[in-house]
């Protein structure tokens, strides 16, 4: 997302970390924040069992986006965002 002039910078609590395609932001809408977890998941219905989707998660929407996840019996593991492939601060 492009900055345009005068709009407000981000704390530094909410810098997104670095990863290989770029910053990792929480996948909430609307949330720009540091993704501290990413929640591995696949639907069994379009998904071979060994294939795993992620979404990012700040610590603010962990719960809400794996309870989303967990009601539709897609998720599958809750893993910190650095053991990600490619995630790193």
């Known amino acids: ?9 981000p704390p530094p609590s909410a810098a997104p970390a670095d990863g290989p395609a770029g910053p ?7 949330c ?13 219905r379009l998904h071979a069992p060994e294939r795993r989707k992620t979404w990012l998660a700040c610590p603010d929407h962990r719960e ?20 990600l492939p490619g995630g790193r601060e």
């Open 64 to 83: 809400h986006l794996s309870t989303h996840l967990a009601e539709r019996s897609f998720l599958r593991e809750v893993v910190a965002a650095e053991e």
């Open 1 to 9: 997302m492009p900055d345009f002039p005068g709009s407000p910078t």
């Open 32 to 44: 720009r924040a540091r993704a501290a977890w990413g929640l591995r998941w696949n639907n069994p």
């Open 24 to 30: 990792l932001v929480c996948s909430a809408r609307g």
